[in-house]
């Protein structure tokens, strides 16, 4: 297979597939890239994933989310079918996904299946028409209803024999998990700064119980202690140092990422970190490679504009979503700006503030709906949160695309208990001070958002991404500035 002939069918800058093919090929066996959203980073990188299929090397991609993991299986049909090679790939998600007897008001945990009898669990056989490469995640569930066969256990034993593994990420992360997967060669995770908190948690109220339960039998317990045992199991399996927050009345497994880095290195030959949001590069390379010896390959272009989406930040003096300057005048500033952009720019229009509280003040001043949910979004103005539903990777259409998309601040997220023990474990781990780990781990969760939320816009039809913080000044995003 020619991968260069392949990566023309998709219209990818050939700079950047030379970059990143060369940062692919590295000896070294930790390789981290960025490249900017919609770069076609993904691509290259299945691309990839293919041809080492022909060598007889198995590779797992681990994505974010379960979309993702729909999408990866839309694009390696789609690169099978330009290079006319064949090699099996199999996905793999969590129950929740893909459970054909899930309990009746809730998600399905990891005793369910034993603690609801389910007639499935012993069918875990194989199938005879299981697809080379399924079409989707709902495909699978198909083939199990017809079959009579777990979806889940279906997936996990056609994985063994998978050339490409496309698995969430939470397969990465737990050695079960990843042990189901069978020996993979290389392991390459998409979106990688999701690895950049690696936190377990459970309140104390069910630690408590689930230690009691966890001496009683399954079948005398009620589906909702199940599901407390569960999560103890869970909690106490995994690894990493245990922090008691009294005051939260919860406690914290904390996993420093290059301690999971290191042991996935024992097993895989490779590991390929990839994000649009590896920023700064400094502190993902103490994050994720302190002590090894890592390719570190950046493609220019963190936050960038594209034919269809124009990015402006916005300054208007003091006009901030600070907290400490959160006052009713403030969010009367905002209103005000946000109609002078609708009227200059046009709707349907997506504002999204950097909290529910901050949402409905803008929502009583300029009468928009606050939506949680895009499904429930009606009318072409609509406020959601940074952060929530409206900022994943999803298409909103109010009507039509998005003409503009209004960002009423910075991202930052609140320096709660659990992000402060988080750092105090990573700063002990890495040798390094806490109080410049936490500045640089929080503005790097900022980008990401900042860099999530933007992705809303300029999707199918030309929009307008504007970014309202006069914070934003003194950021060096490279982005356009209008000071009002
Ligand atoms: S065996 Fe499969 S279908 Fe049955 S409860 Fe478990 S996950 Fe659901």
Redesign the pocket.
């Known amino acids: 297979m020619n991968i260069q002939e392949v990566l023309r069918g998709f219209s990818i800058d050939e700079n950047v597939v030379a970059r990143i093919l060369n940062a692919l090929d590295s000896e070294k066996r930790l390789v981290m890239i960025r490249a900017p959203a919609g770069s076609g980073k993904t691509t290259i990188v299945l691309c990839r994933a293919v041809e080492l299929a022909q060598r007889g090397l198995r590779t797992g991609v681990f994505f974010r989310t379960i979309s993702q993991v729909d999408y990866a299986l839309g694009l390696i049909r789609r690169i099978l079918r330009i290079s006319n090679v064949s090699v099996k790939v199999v996905p793999v998600v969590g129950?929740v996904r893909?459970?054909?007897?899930?309990p009746p008001d809730s998600d399905?945990f990891p005793k369910?299946?034993d603690y609801?009898k389910?007639p499935?669990?012993s069918r875990r056989k194989r199938v005879r028409e299981f697809p080379s490469v399924p079409e989707s995640l709902e495909q699978l569930m198909n083939i199990g209803r017809s079959n009579g066969v777990?979806p889940?256990?279906l997936s996990l034993s056609e994985a063994e024999k998978a050339d490409i593994v496309i698995a969430t990420q939470a397969f990465f992360i737990n050695d079960k998990l990843m042990e189901m997967l069978g020996k993979l060669d290389i392991a390459v995770v998409d979106e990688a700064h999701g690895l950049m908190h690696l936190i377990t948690e459970i309140s104390e109220e069910e630690y408590r119980r689930g230690r009691e339960l966890s001496s009683m039998r399954l079948e005398d317990m009620s589906i909702e202690d199940a599901g407390i045992l569960s999560r103890y199991e869970d909690y106490v399996d995994t690894d990493g140092d245990e922090v008691v927050l009294r005051g939260e009345g919860k406690r914290l497994k904390v996993v420093p990422p290059i301690r999971l880095i290191r042991k996935r290195l024992e097993s895989v030959k490779k590991i390929i970190l990839v994000s649009a949001t590896i920023y700064p590069t400094g502190l993902f390379g103490l994050l994720f490679a302190r002590g090894i010896d890592a390719e570190i390959e950046v493609i220019p272009g963190l936050i960038r504009e594209t034919e269809k989406r124009k990015i402006l930040g916005v300054v208007v003096e003091d006009l901030s979503s600070k907290r400490e300057l959160r006052t009713p005048r403030q969010y009367d500033r905002y209103a005000y700006v946000i109609r002078k952009l609708i009227e200059r720019i046009g709707k349907p229009a997506l504002i999204l503030a950097p909290g529910y509280e901050f949402a409905q003040e803008l929502s009583k001043r300029l009468g928009f709906p606050v939506c949680r949910d895009p499904r429930e979004a009606r009318g072409d103005a609509v406020i959601g949160v940074l952060r929530g539903r409206f900022s994943e990777g999803i298409e909103v259409d109010l009507g039509a695309p998005l003409r503009l998309l209004v960002i009423t601040g910075l991202p930052y997220r609140p320096r709660s208990p659990e992000f402060l023990s988080m750092v105090k474990v990573y700063a002990r781990e890495y040798g390094v001070d806490f109080y410049e780990l936490a500045r640089a781990i929080e503005e790097s969760d900022m980008i990401s958002a900042l860099i999530q939320a933007l992705g809303r816009v300029g999707r199918r039809e030309k929009g307008v991404g504007v970014i309202l913080d006069s914070r934003i000044r003194k950021k060096n995003f490279g982005m356009k500035l209008v000071i009002i």
């Open positions: 129950k893909l459970c054909l007897n899930p399905p369910w299946c609801s389910c499935l669990r777990c889940y256990y």
